[in-house]
């Protein structure tokens, strides 16, 4: 079993940033990619980040590229997502997820372990 545990919400004006951290505990010596998932309301949970055990790779929805960054520190089993120039579309609760395996995936079949989520409010 893997537990995921995310905190860093919050409420913030358009044009602010955000740090979200996951931290994992149970098992988490697999060297499995991680990823960050969003659900707004009314909406369906979609796919924001992932990276891969060794951070060299990462993945983005088209939405938050270029504002948002994904990272992990390994030896401390936390997973981060830094966001820059929130947009009032980005409030969401943020979700952390673990991947079934290596690869950094955007679909939701392709994780097994959920965060119970962090919302955050972007007002304009």
């Known amino acids: 079993q893997v537990q995921l545990v995310e905190s860093g919400g919050g409420l913030v004006q358009a044009g602010g940033s955000l740090r979200l951290s996951c931290a994992a505990s149970?098992?988490?010596?697999?060297?499995?990619?991680m990823g960050w998932f969003r659900q707004a309301p009314g909406k369906e949970r979609e796919f924001v980040a992932g990276?891969?055990?060794?951070?060299?790779?990462?993945l983005y929805a088209d939405s938050v590229k270029g504002r948002f960054t994904i990272s992990r520190d390994n030896a401390k089993n936390t997973v981060y997502l830094q966001m820059n120039t929130l947009k009032p579309e980005d409030t969401a609760i943020y979700f952390c997820?673990?991947?079934?395996?290596?690869?950094?995936?955007?679909?939701?079949?392709?994780?097994?372990?959920w965060g119970q989520g962090t919302q955050v409010t972007v007002s304009s």
């Open positions: 990276v891969a055990w060794s951070g060299a790779s990462t």
């Open positions: 149970g098992r988490t010596y697999s060297r499995d990619a």
């Open positions: 997820a673990r991947a079934r395996s290596i690869i950094v995936a955007k679909h939701r079949s392709a994780y097994d372990y």
